[in-house]
């Protein structure tokens, strides 16, 4: 049986406590940024997805998360590539698809941004030195902490 220092776990939670708190504020220093957000309105706050359709329903919003989940087989990978292509003319994307090797991300981002399943090999590595400091990976697959990978 593993002997645990008592004294060391609570010392261990009390530190990690005081750094939670650290994440508490009062509403009151929101203030600024919820007029700006009313004045704007929130539904045009972030960046649009690629259609037209969408444009005044759904946007991407910096410091949120979004995820898009659903059964396997049903293009959510191929539409992502589609938004993030879409998204890297003026963002930045990182993308963690834990089903997908990173080759198969890039050779599907590519096709998208070139319209073409086979683009010539120069415009290949074109667009990779393009999406340098703009477009990073999580290279992982399978299965990771959720901790972790946060």
């Known amino acids: 049986m593993k002997n645990f220092n008592m004294i060391n776990d609570v010392d261990f939670l009390h530190f990690v406590g005081n750094q939670e708190s650290q994440f ?3 509403l009151s220093d929101f203030t600024e940024s919820i007029h700006e ?12 997805l690629p259609w ?8 991407i919003r910096s410091n949120e998360i979004s ?3 659903g059964i396997n087989g049903h293009g959510k990978s191929s539409v992502l590539s589609h938004v993030m292509a879409h998204f890297l ?10 089903e997908m090797p990173i080759q198969k ?27 340098d400091g703009k477009f990073w990976v999580y290279d992982q697959l399978d ?7 946060i």
């Open 37 to 48: 957000m009313f004045e704007q309105g929130d539904e045009h706050y972030g960046s649009a």
């Open 89 to 98: 003319k003026d963002e930045k994307c990182l993308v963690a698809s834990l």
């Open 24 to 26: 508490i504020a009062p």
């Open 67 to 69: 995820v898009w989940a």
């Open 105 to 131: 991300t890039g050779l599907r981002l590519i096709r998208q941004i070139a319209g073409n399943a086979t683009p010539p090999k120069q415009f290949i590595h074109n667009i990779i030195s393009w999406c």
């Open 143 to 149: 299965t990771v902490d959720p901790e972790r990978i």
């Open 52 to 59: 037209k359709k969408t444009e005044e329903k759904f946007r």
